[in-house]
């Protein structure tokens, strides 16, 4: 009998535990817009936005775009679109995924 296991991730969804596309089993995707496009997409719907780099980031945001394929930052106004065909880390222009 096989039992999955489940937990919650960072927004509350239960998610069932070794799924590769749940954002707690590998860290949240950070996205800034140091380019100052007026459009990036992502390959998450979860993720945090920064605006800029540090010194001139803004405070650093959670956001959920649910069942929309966009979302705007609220601080800076980036508009994300969501594009399945990217990983859950990348973006384009590729440049606005925070890489650590």
Partial sequence: MLIASY??????????????????NTGTPIFH??????KIYVGSKQFQCMG??????????????????????????TLYVYDPTLAWNESRPAEAALVD
Avoid: Q, W
């Avoid at 991730?9 to 749940?22: C, K, Q, Y």
């Avoid at 405070?59 to 601080?75: A, F, K, R, S, T």
């Fill in 33 to 38: 817009n140091d380019a100052g496009v007026d």
């Fill in 7 to 24: 937990r919650k991730d960072l927004f509350g969804n239960a998610a069932e535990s070794g799924s590769t596309h749940i954002m707690a």
């Fill in 52 to 77: 800029a780099k540090p010194p001139f980031d803004h405070p650093h945001i959670y956001l959920d775009m649910g069942d929309d394929n966009e979302i705007v930052c609220p601080y800076c106004s």
